[in-house]
């Protein structure tokens, strides 16, 4: 089946502007992460979605970054004001449940490469 | 708080030949651990993982055993090929609320004919 897929795979935009990125994780999937990978960096977590709801944003760097999933599927990373600093590989992953238990393996997206200029 | 150290790479190394890739942890709680690899223009995927102390992951030939005591979980080959040249995280999960991962810096490994 497929896996993660996450769109664009390259955004360039400039300093100030707003940003969306996509993710879709598996289906049937309830749990999905966003992180971000800066570079020469291992992957930060930014904020994790159980079903529709946030159920832990403490990884968003501040009120300039929010993402979605109004459906319990398809994710949405939006970057309001962006700033060259954002400038990082985004990553997706989903796991079919979430908390201790052997079904919880995050299967991680391609990412999404976005420059800030 | 929950952190992982990873040895610095990068790592090369001629084919054939041992490797060990160090990794380090803190954590609150009993953490999973976790090596995920990115090779060259692909996603990250796991490659092997541990639940609980003294558990060894192991594929494709690697190996790795959660050892407590020095709160470890060190990436070891017997012998590298070619097509093992990539980037290899170390990670850990906390196994509460989120479940999200904390990753260590990478380790960039190539190996050459």
């Known amino acids: 089946g497929a896996g993660v897929s996450q769109t664009p795979s390259n955004k360039v935009t400039e300093k100030g502007k707003y940003v969306e990125l996509r993710c879709d994780p598996i289906s049937g999937h309830t749990a999905l992460y966003w992180y971000r990978q800066s570079l020469g960096q291992g992957p930060e977590f930014l904020i994790y979605?159980?079903?529709?709801?946030?159920?832990?944003d403490s990884g968003l760097p501040n009120d300039r970054f929010f993402a979605v999933r109004p459906e319990g599927s398809v994710s949405t990373l939006k970057i309001q004001r962006t700033e060259r600093g954002d400038s990082a590989v985004y990553l997706c992953?989903?796991?079919?449940?979430?908390?201790?238990?052997?079904?919880?393996?995050?299967?991680f997206g391609p990412g999404t490469r976005l420059t800030v200029l | 708080g929950n952190s992982v150290t990873q040895m610095e790479g990068p790592v090369t190394l001629s084919e054939e030949a041992f490797l060990t890739i160090n990794c380090t942890y803190t954590?609150?709680?009993?953490?999973?651990l976790f090596w995920y690899v990115q090779y060259p223009g692909e996603g990250l995927q796991l490659l092997l993982k541990?639940?609980?102390?003294?558990d060894k992951g192991s594929n494709k030939g690697f190996e790795a055993t959660y050892r407590k005591e020095t709160t470890s979980f060190h990436l070891e080959k017997g012998s590298v090929q070619v097509s093992d040249s990539a980037v290899y995280f170390c990670a850990l999960s906390d196994q509460t609320g989120a479940n999200n991962l904390f990753f260590g810096t990478g380790t960039r490994l190539t190996v050459i004919p």
């Open positions: 979605f159980q079903g529709t709801g946030a159920a832990d």
């Open positions: 954590a609150t709680g009993y953490p999973s």
């Open positions: 992953a989903s796991s079919l449940v979430s908390g201790p238990s052997s079904y919880n393996e995050q299967f």
């Open positions: 541990a639940t609980k102390a003294d």
